[in-house]
Structures are given as structure tokens and as C-alpha cells.
């Protein structure tokens, strides 16, 4: 009783107190709402299990809204100091061992982002999917102990890179627990799992998620949040083409 009281709780309070219907676009607008757009500063690990066997990869990152992100890659030794900066709809990556910085454009978006099963348009993607997509309910499911709904997502704009995806969203929290995500053509190109989700600051996030690019061999990347902060204070110097060479 106590989790249906809940779950009623979440899905009026916010639209004030006129029920609202619950229909596919209005679940994905709230799933990109809990995601948030404030800043934040996060450490994590890729465990990368690829055909040539298994390494990790430790990194930090600063993102501020949904068009601005810097990243350093930590360890191991041989990729320390590779960077990666976001702006807007650009991509620029700084590598110490050449002393260079490099635009990806065109065909280099669709390259693997330190050997993982994550590609460089992964990471361009506009994260609000309600900006990309209109979704319905098809079904439920029960995911890591929790009742999720099915999205079926098409999209609305005609240049992406995933035509369609299925995803599995927690009806009590928000948390997109699994995707599928297609070409057009219908093929399966890439799965998400989420392994663990935490409370953190009051905030429910999936901490451990497994990426899987169905096209290449190995048993995918798996993503760990070691730590995060919320609404963090990001000097201004972070999100601009010097920090690469900093």
C-alpha cells in the first residue's frame, strides 16, 4: 500500500492537482526531467571487455547542462592525460602522445571511444530523448526488483543514429533500467543493461551500467560511477579549447 501511495504521489504532485495522464511521451519527458540538467563533476571506471581481452579505463568528468562537458582520462599510464571536450555540437579530443588536438567529424563519430563499445555519436547525442523521439507504452516488465513500463521510441527527426529503441523505465523512479536501441532497417545494433542503481544527494542513478555493441565480438563495456557531485562549481576555464592543452 505504501508503494502504491508513492508512486500515485510522484506522478501527480509535479503537474499540480489535476491527474495526469500517463502516456509514453509524458514518461519520457519525466525520465529526461530526474536526469536533470545542473552541473556536475563525476569519477568513473570502463571495464571494457573487448576480443583482445579486458582493461580499464578511470576518467573524470565535469558536464554542465546538456551541451557542455570536459573529460580527463586518468589511468592507465599509457592514456593519461588524453582529454575529451563537448561544445554544443562539437567534439575536439587531445591526445599527450602526439601533442595534438583533434576535431571529430563525419566518419570519425562513428569510431569506438577508447576501444569501448560506446562510439563518439553516443556521446554527441542530445541526452533529452523526448527531443528526439515520441514514445508509446507497449507492455511492463519487472527489472532488478522493480515494475518498469516498455517504451517503444520513434523518431522524430530524420538524421539519427538510432532510428528506434525499446526502453525499460522504473515506474517509481524514472531510471531507464534497460534499452535496446535500432537502425532503421530494424537491426539491433546496441543493448544497455543497468546492474546497480543508488540514492545519491536524494537522487536515484544507475552507479553500474553494461554497454553492448551487438556488431562487435568481446562481452561489452561496463560503466561504474565511482563518485559524483551534484550542482557543482565548475570554473568557466573548464569548457574552452585551452583546458586540452592545459
Given at each position: 500500500?505504501?508503494?502504491?501511495?508513492?508512486?500515485?504521489?510522484?506522478?501527480?504532485?509535479?503537474?499540480?492537482?489535476?491527474?495526469?495522464?500517463?502516456?509514453?511521451?509524458?514518461?519520457?519527458?519525466?525520465?529526461?526531467?530526474?536526469?536533470?540538467?545542473?552541473?556536475?563533476?563525476?569519477?568513473?571506471?570502463?571495464?571494457?571487455?573487448?576480443?583482445?581481452?579486458?582493461?580499464?579505463?578511470?576518467?573524470?568528468?565535469?558536464?554542465?547542462?546538456?551541451?557542455?562537458?570536459?573529460?580527463?582520462?586518468?589511468?592507465?599510464?599509457?592514456?593519461?592525460?588524453t582529454k575529451m571536450l563537448k561544445l554544443e555540437d562539437q567534439l575536439w579530443t587531445y591526445s599527450p602522445?602526439?601533442?595534438?588536438?583533434?576535431?571529430?567529424?563525419?566518419?570519425?563519430?562513428?569510431?569506438?571511444?577508447?576501444?569501448?563499445?560506446?562510439?563518439?555519436?553516443?556521446?554527441?547525442?542530445?541526452?533529452?530523448?523526448?527531443?528526439?523521439?515520441?514514445?508509446?507504452?507497449?507492455?511492463?516488465?519487472?527489472?532488478?526488483?522493480?515494475?518498469?513500463?516498455?517504451?517503444?521510441?520513434?523518431?522524430?527527426?530524420?538524421?539519427?543514429?538510432?532510428?528506434?529503441?525499446?526502453?525499460?523505465?522504473?515506474?517509481?523512479?524514472?531510471?531507464?533500467?534497460?534499452?535496446?536501441?535500432?537502425?532503421?532497417?530494424?537491426?539491433?545494433?546496441?543493448?544497455?543493461?543497468?546492474?546497480?542503481?543508488?540514492?545519491?544527494?536524494?537522487?536515484?542513478?544507475?552507479?553500474?551500467?553494461r554497454f553492448k555493441d551487438v556488431l562487435k565480438t568481446g562481452e561489452g563495456t561496463e560503466f561504474a560511477?565511482?563518485?559524483?557531485?551534484?550542482?557543482?562549481?565548475?570554473?568557466?576555464?573548464?569548457?574552452?579549447?585551452?583546458?586540452?592543452?592545459?
Open positions: 500500500m505504501i508503494r502504491h501511495l508513492h508512486l500515485l504521489f510522484i506522478l501527480l504532485v509535479p503537474f499540480g492537482t489535476m491527474a495526469q495522464e500517463i502516456n509514453g511521451d509524458w514518461i519520457l519527458k519525466r525520465v529526461d526531467e530526474i536526469r536533470g540538467s545542473e552541473n556536475k563533476i563525476s569519477v568513473a571506471v570502463m571495464n571494457i571487455k573487448g576480443k583482445r581481452g579486458d582493461r580499464s579505463v578511470k576518467s573524470k568528468s565535469y558536464i554542465h547542462g546538456m551541451t557542455r562537458s570536459y573529460t580527463e582520462y586518468l589511468a592507465p599510464a599509457r592514456d593519461a592525460g602522445a602526439t601533442d595534438r588536438t583533434i576535431l571529430i567529424s563525419g566518419h570519425l563519430l562513428r569510431q569506438s571511444v577508447m576501444g569501448s563499445d560506446l562510439s563518439y555519436e553516443d556521446l554527441m547525442e542530445d541526452p533529452r530523448l523526448s527531443n528526439l523521439y515520441s514514445a508509446r507504452i507497449t507492455g511492463e516488465e519487472n527489472i532488478l526488483g522493480s515494475r518498469c513500463w516498455i517504451l517503444q521510441l520513434d523518431s522524430r527527426v530524420p538524421d539519427i543514429t538510432y532510428y528506434s529503441r525499446k526502453v525499460w523505465v522504473d515506474q517509481e523512479r524514472f531510471v531507464i533500467l534497460r534499452e535496446d536501441r535500432y537502425a532503421k532497417s530494424g537491426k539491433l545494433l546496441k543493448t544497455t543493461e543497468v546492474l546497480t542503481v543508488e540514492q545519491i544527494e536524494a537522487r536515484w542513478i544507475a552507479t553500474r551500467v560511477i565511482e563518485s559524483i557531485e551534484f550542482n557543482a562549481a565548475i570554473p568557466e576555464y573548464i569548457f574552452t579549447k585551452a583546458v586540452l592543452k592545459k
